[in-house]
Each structure stands twice: as structure tokens, then as C-alpha cells.
């Protein structure tokens, strides 16, 4: 069982930064690949980012490739994403996934874990 909560949300203005983290619970965050994904109102859940366990492997959705960085410390058992340049259209709220496995994966269906989500919000 792995228990996911994430931070770093809030309100910040078009072009500007946040960082989200991400702290896992348990022995075996390592072992899991890492994502993140976000809903905005009236919208379905969509992926954002994702690395595998090592760390030497992420895939990105087109939509934030080169405006965000995901990341991970193992000895700290938290996922982050470092977000820059940000759009109105990047507004909704940002949910950590995690899964046991070796491949990652960019649908909602295939992660096990998931964090209660944060709020990001980016004004115009």
C-alpha cells in the first residue's frame, strides 16, 4: 500500500513557476513508477508526466514538453514537477499516481496509487 500526498499548489500568474511534490509513504517507492496527471473542470483526467523507478526515463504529455520537468528523490520517497511558463489552459487540479512496474504508463487506468490532488490555478 502506498499513501500519496501532494503540495505545492496555488495561484500564480500567466508565464510564472510552481513546484508540485509529491511524498509517498513506505519502503518501496523505488519500486514504483512515478506520475502525474490533472483534471480540469468539466474535463476528463489527463496525463501529464511520468518517470521510471530509476529516474533515467520520462515521457511527457505534448501539451507541457519543455515547459515541465518531472522528478525524483528515492532517498526522500517524494516525486516532484517543476512547472515554468505557465498557461491559463494549465489550471486544474494536479494528482500524483504511482504503480509497481518496470514500464511506464500514461493512462489514468493503469495506476494503482493516487494522492487527493492540488489545486493549481494560473491567471491571465
Known amino acids: 500500500q502506498v499513501q500519496l500526498v501532494e503540495s505545492g499548489g496555488g495561484l500564480v500568474q500567466a508565464g510564472g513557476s510552481l513546484r508540485l511534490s509529491c511524498a509517498a509513504s513506505?519502503?518501496?517507492?523505488?519500486?514504483?513508477?512515478m506520475g502525474w496527471f490533472r483534471q480540469a473542470p468539466g474535463k476528463e483526467r489527463e496525463f501529464v508526466a511520468a518517470m521510471l523507478r530509476s529516474g533515467s526515463n520520462t515521457y511527457y504529455a505534448d501539451s507541457v514538453k519543455g515547459r515541465f520537468t518531472i522528478s525524483r528523490d528515492n532517498a526522500k520517497n517524494t516525486v516532484y514537477l517543476q512547472m515554468n511558463s505557465l498557461r491559463p489552459e494549465d489550471t486544474a487540479v494536479y494528482y500524483c499516481?504511482?504503480?509497481?512496474?518496470?514500464?511506464?504508463?500514461?493512462?489514468?487506468?493503469?495506476?494503482?496509487?493516487w494522492g487527493q490532488g492540488i489545486q493549481v490555478t494560473v491567471s491571465s
Open positions: 499516481a504511482a504503480r509497481a512496474s518496470i514500464a511506464v504508463f500514461t493512462t489514468v487506468d493503469k495506476y494503482d496509487y
Open positions: 513506505g519502503r518501496t517507492f523505488s519500486s514504483y513508477v
